[in-house]
């Protein structure tokens, strides 16, 4: 059983264009939520992360937009550069942050 | 801070074998967690520790064990290798303190079962 999901396997954006990824989950008992960078043949890095108290949390050209009443959630890179070519994971857990859930992934390519 | 480690970062195993994966959190970190990446879908938590007790468990077979020593560093065991156990096996650690949320991961033991 998926808790969260990415329905888009793959998106691909003008350099300098916005890349909008988004992300659902199912389960109401969710309360932090993140997005992990993946190259190839590396583990995934931490990219920004939101809490479930907020809509909205911003680290530079990443945003991430959290809509608790649809269960959704948004990562918004602008402008989207060639180095952001990679897979994104949304992942979420509980406020105890033993257990996460990951997304199936979605790769990202900007083209130059 | 060195980051997390694992060895061996590749391994080629035939069916019916066992297998031993290690990882070394970054000092400090107590927790640590495992997952399983296969194309398709996505990461799968198999299980995580803390102060050598695991304290979480996926949906995995019994198959599929683990550890963690005095040091925190964590191995993973699987028995009877199945050619569907064929996938890229990341460690993760975690501070307990602090951003308790943000996982750290190591670059993976990419295993082959043949």
Known sequence: ?112 | KAGVTQTPRYLIKTRGQQVTLSCSPISGHRSVSWYQQTPGQGLQFLFEYFSETQRNKGNFPGRFSGRQFSNSRSEMNVSTLELGDSALYLCASKATAGSSYEQYFGPGTRLTVT
């Open chain 1, 1 to 112: 059983d998926q808790q969260v999901k990415q329905n888009s396997p793959s998106l691909s954006v003008q350099e300098g264009r916005i890349s909008i990824l988004n992300c659902d989950y199912t389960n109401s008992m969710f309360d932090y939520f993140l997005w992990y960078k993946k190259y190839p043949a590396e583990g995934p890095t931490f990219l920004i992360s939101i809490s479930s108290i907020k809509d909205k949390n911003e680290d530079g050209r990443f945003t991430v937009f959290l809509n608790k009443s649809a269960k959704h959630l948004s990562l918004h890179i602008v402008p989207s550069q060639p180095g952001d070519s990679a897979v994104y994971f949304c992942a979420a857990t509980s406020n105890t942050g033993n257990q996460f859930y990951f997304g199936t992934g979605t790769s990202l390519t900007v083209i130059p």
